[in-house]
């Protein structure tokens, strides 16, 4: 039976429970972090948890813990060759509903478990990615990982509802993400484009990984937001996420990227971006 972590405690799933008054329950008021594994190595662990205790700190969420330490036990416990380790703390239990935070000393929840699915050997590495654009409207807080996540869930359903595989999110026409994907171009000069670090959207651990090998690659990088018309207009497109790694976009509202195929230069990147990293965990783990 599949074991997860509890507040200090490995237990199995169907032990693990959370109070009712929890406020990551109540009020999403939480954060979390999905980290990849790959042949039984956590994946980027220590830009993770970075990004998890700013997350924290942004929310003035006191938490602190061996999070390399509770992820590796679950890769462990769970046998987990290929999947991710979610782990997610929220501000704790309350006495009561209440829209105002309780003591600072209140005590987080923290809460992690392991999941196997198919990283590598992912189908829409070889098809590509078929993508719709919808308004973006979010609150205005996305560099912090939240599990305000309705209105991705939203756009998720509404994607498969238009047989695609996913939204990329536009404010006034100009991308900012997918739901749970940093989102990027090739112009047909070769430039590669994507947003830049600011509120609008999630800095992505991935996102760090992938310009480091596009930069290997010589390609040129342009850290800023692009259109939709721009990217409908691109040579090549792709997303990059812990799940999703990197993986090539054919198709926005209807349009072929391109040729249609997954670009050339996204199957180095993402190819180079493998190795590196199964080099990197193989020395940290």
């Known amino acids: 039976m599949e074991t997860v972590y509890l507040n200090g405690e490995y237990v199995s799933g169907s ?59 679950l890769v462990t416990e769970n046998d987990l060759q290929e999947g991710v380790v979610y782990l997610q703390v929220s501000r704790g239990v309350m006495e009561e509903r209440d829209y105002r935070w309780p003591a600072p000393d209140t005590a987080p929840t923290i809460f992690a478990f392991a999941q196997s699915r198919a990283l590598i050997a992912n189908p829409l590495a070889d098809r590509g990615m078929k993508i719709i654009t919808r308004p973006d409207l979010r609150w205005q807080r996305c560099d912090i990982k939240t599990t305000q996540l309705l209105y991705a869930s939203l756009m998720k359903m509404e994607a498969m509802a238009a047989g695609v595989d996913d939204v990329w999110m536009a404010r006034d026409d100009w991308i900012t993400e997918g739901t749970s994907q940093n989102a990027h171009i090739i112009t047909q000069d070769g430039v590669l484009i994507s947003h830049q670090l600011d509120r609008r959207i999630l800095p992505g651990v991935t996102r760090i990984e992938m310009l480091d090998q596009a930069k290997a690659m010589e390609l040129t990088i342009e850290e800023r937001a692009f259109s ?58």
């Not at 994946?43 to 509770?70: F, V």
């Open 15 to 73: 032990a693990a429970k959370i109070s009712v008054f929890d406020r990551g329950v109540l009020f999403s008021d939480a954060v979390y972090e999905v980290i990849s594994v790959i042949d039984g190595r956590l994946i980027d662990m220590q830009r993770h948890i970075a990004r998890l205790e700013r997350s924290l700190g942004e929310l003035s969420i006191n938490a602190s813990a061996d999070w390399s330490t509770i992820a590796q036990n």
């Open 228 to 285: 939709i018309d721009e990217a409908k207009q691109a040579a090549e497109a792709f997303v990059t996420s812990s799940t999703l790694l990197v993986m090539p976009v054919v198709e926005i509202d209807g349009h072929k990227v391109g040729d249609g195929q997954p670009g050339t230069r996204t199957g180095k990147i993402r190819q180079n971006y493998l190795a590196a990293v199964q080099r990197a965990s193989s020395t940290t783990n």
